[in-house]
């Protein structure tokens, strides 16, 4: 298959690239390519002319989204426009990755693909515009909601992930405040394209949620982390109100991989193996000699 991956430096790239290499993959970086430019959209795909485009570009700062919404509506809803438009010209499937912040959490059990979505954010409005771009304008598509992603490309990049930054404030000793009520299913973007891709080789087109198994809290994320890698900073919880965040998040937005599995897939696995997994790769990537042994 000819796959056409766009935003190649981020952590779910990274993952896709490893599970496509029975694929003819070409990346393209957001200075390579400006999904908001449609002329430039159309001109790539039809120039390349790929059986599949995949789209993990986005403008995914949750509470910058809160002041830049012009931004934000630009890149996750007219930029997933125009490569819906461009992926429909050429007969390609689009894959789109969408997020759990499209849902106001008020349901309190995990949320199937079904329910009707209802943000809170200007982030989760315009990631579910993007949503609807994908499904009025391109015939052929995968769209993901996915929730909590990290991956151990973001252990070298600069926007990190939640697992680096609560690494980085532990080796830094200060306090860690972390919310307790704000409930998700944390998600490895090694999980999420390892059962992506035997997806993408199906005629099973639609609307997916993937995430890992199981829910906690951010707080009890921390927790765990700490608790994988035998560390014991000063961690305690606090309430989304004292946190102050700009941008309102869903008070329960776990989401149920419901299609999925009714595709006749397995589930993933529960988000605390994932974790550990992450754990080990990160610390051989960070510590290749120790990995080695004693050669």
Same mark, same amino acid.
Request: hydrophobic residues 40%; glycine residues 8%; positive net charge.
């Given at each position: !298959? ?32 400006? +999904? ?7 001109? *790539? ?16 700062r949750v509470d910058a989204c809160e002041d830049q919404a012009d931004r934000a509506f630009a890149v996750n809803a007219g930029g997933v ?5 461009? @992926?429909?010209?050429? =007969? &390609? ?31 989760? !409005? %315009?990631?579910? @515009? ?24 973001? %252990? %070298? %990049?600069? =926007? ?9 404030? &532990?080796?830094?000793?200060?306090? +860690? ?18 059962? *992506?891709?035997?997806? !993408?080789?199906?005629?099973?087109? =639609?609307l997916y949620h993937m995430t890992n198994t199981g829910e906690c809290s951010w707080y009890d994320f921390a927790r765990e982390i700490f608790?994988?890698?035998? *560390? $014991?900073?000063?961690? @305690?919880?606090? $309430? ?12 329960? $937005?776990? *989401?149920d991989n419901r299609a999925w599995r009714t595709a006749g897939f397995p589930d993933f696995r529960p988000w605390q193996q994932a974790l @550990? ?19």
């Open positions: !298959m000819q796959i056409l991956l766009i935003g190649a430096k981020g952590q779910l790239a990274e993952d896709l690239r490893r599970f496509l290499v029975q694929d003819e993959v070409v990346s393209v970086t957001h200075g390579e390519l400006e +999904i908001c430019h449609g002329a430039a959209v159309q001109a *790539l795909a039809d120039r390349l002319r790929p059986d599949c485009i995949i789209n993990t570009a986005a403008f995914h426009l125009n490569l819906a438009r461009a @992926a429909q010209r050429i =007969g &390609a499937v689009l894959v789109h990755f969408s997020t759990n912040y499209v849902f106001d959490g008020a349901k309190g059990f995990p949320y199937v693909e079904t329910d009707p979505p209802r943000p809170l954010s200007i982030y989760g !409005m %315009s990631k579910l @515009a993007g949503e609807w771009a994908v499904q009025q304008y391109c015939e052929k598509y995968f769209l993901v909601r996915t929730c909590g992603l990290y991956g151990v490309a973001g %252990s %070298s %990049s600069r =926007g990190g992930n939640f697992v680096e930054s609560m690494l980085r404030l &532990a080796g830094e000793g200060k306090p +860690i405040r972390v919310v307790s009520d704000q409930i998700v299913n944390p998600t490895s973007t090694r999980d999420l394209a390892e059962k *992506l891709v035997p997806l !993408m080789r199906t005629q099973q087109c =639609g608790c994988q890698v035998g *560390l $014991s900073p000063d961690l @305690a919880p606090t $309430s989304s109100e004292a946190l102050g965040a700009k941008a309102r998040r869903p008070a329960y $937005s776990v *989401l @550990a997994e992450y754990l080990g790769e990160r610390r051989k990537w960070k510590h290749p000699e120790t990995s080695r042994g004693n050669r």
